[in-house]
């Protein structure tokens, strides 16, 4: 839990950093291909109120060469500056051409790397023209160095956001760990007293008869139902924990469902309900089988203990592609929506009135800490039909 909470602050601050290092980028880009246009065609505007003579050249400091090209009425064009481009007359009375088909008064032909300025004149049209290959090798140039500096900075960033985070949810690790020891000890130091409770409540119930036996049976009802909260908590605990990769096994995950679902044909019979399984053979992942026999015995006991009387619980086993989808089904009653997002928080019940089957509430918060703890998840579905529970988990090949 706290290495997944240290990647969720590390994965939003990255995103936020990265997020002001695009805006600094798109704002430095936009700013400056504005200002070379505007600064080419001011250059463009010179060169249109001047004559041939007068024409930028590529001697002027901080000016791109222009060259102008007047259209007249009769359809000649004159063309003057253009020495500098050593372009034949063919494909400079070409460029005027493709320019006059453009809409705009002012673009870019990009066939050409031209930026081109249209202007009236009494005499017909005057055309400007200059070089748009700086401008753009300029803005490349930018972006390029924009790159490097933002994935060396986004990689430096990343390596801080790391070690700060080890900082930033050190308090919540340490309150972490104490609620868990807590939970453990205090587990553990019930489990004594409740053991003597029982066994007195044992010994009382032979010497006990009459209206007094009744109570002897409470007491053991009630220490019964108090010894599987403490071995829940116990379990939930250790589960959280996680299990080491390397205290994980071959599995046959077909062999345990078969399993657990043979073990519970019994309490199904005796419940009223009917037990129908669907196990694909030969699904082998690596894991821990008891944790995994326990997680398919959470979701079949529940299954079976909320199925209306007469009703039929499926327990379905399958592989796609590559994971194991188990499936645990009953009819009933549906659990509206809005509770589905919390079945598996711990002590939550949908409906309070299930407390009377025993049930604290923490049956589906361990099966979640297993599947978790396998690189599996698990959800609910509920429809008017049935309530399902799903499980899907990693194979090994």
């Not at 939930?236 to 096994?249: C, H, I, M, N, Y």
Request: charged share 20%; hydrophobic share 40%; glycine share 8%.
């Amino acid at each position: 839990m706290i290495r997944k909470l240290r990647w969720k602050v590390v994965g939003l601050t990255m995103l936020f950093v990265t997020a002001i290092l695009l805006a600094v980028f798109s704002g430095t880009y936009f700013t400056a291909r504005t200002s070379l246009q505007q600064n080419a065609e001011q250059q463009l505007r010179q060169a249109l109120m001047g004559s041939g003579g007068d024409l930028f050249r590529p001697g002027q400091e901080g000016n791109q060469p222009c060259f102008v090209a007047e259209v007249y009425p009769t359809g000649t064009i004159r063309i003057s500056g253009s020495a500098y481009y050593q372009l034949d007359e063919a494909t400079l009375r070409q460029i005027v051409t493709d320019c006059l088909a453009e809409p705009a008064e002012a673009g870019v032909l990009a066939d050409y790397h031209l930026r081109y300025l249209r202007q009236s004149a009494p005499l017909g049209l005057r055309i400007a023209f200059t070089d748009s290959s700086l401008e753009q090798a300029t803005l490349r140039s930018l972006v390029r160095t924009w790159l490097v500096i933002g994935f060396a900075a986004i990689a430096v960033l990343l390596v801080c956001c790391y070690f700060l985070s080890g900082l930033i949810t050190r308090p919540v690790e340490k309150a972490w760990r104490e609620q868990r020891r807590f939970l453990s000890d205090a587990s553990h130091e019930l489990k004594t007293p409740l053991t003597v409770v029982l066994s007195s409540a044992e010994l009382l119930e032979e010497h006990t008869d009459g209206e007094a036996a009744g109570y002897v049976d409470n007491i053991k009802a009630e220490g019964q139902r108090m010894r599987t909260l403490v071995e829940d908590m116990l379990t939930l605990a250790r589960t959280e924990d996680g299990q080491p990769k390397s205290a994980f096994t071959d599995t046959d995950l077909s062999d345990l469902a078969a399993e657990t679902a043979l073990r519970f044909e019994p309490v199904a019979y005796e419940a009223g309900r009917l037990l129908q399984y669907d196990i694909q053979e030969g699904l082998l992942l690596s894991g821990d089988a008891g944790r995994l026999r326990q997680l398919s015995g959470i979701l079949l006991d529940n299954a079976i203990k909320y199925a209306p009387a007469g009703s039929t619980v499926t327990l379905r086993l399958l592989r796609q592609e590559r994971q194991a989808v188990l499936t645990v089904e009953n009819t009933g009653a549906p659990i509206p929506p809005e509770h589905l997002p919390h079945l598996f928080e711990r002590f939550y019940r949908a409906d309070p009135s299930r407390s009377d089957h025993g049930s604290f509430g923490l049956g589906l918060s361990i099966a979640q800490a297993i599947a978790h703890d396998h690189g599996g998840t698990i959800r609910a579905e509920s429809d008017e039909r049935s309530t399902r529970f799903t499980v899907t988990l990693p194979l090994k090949r």
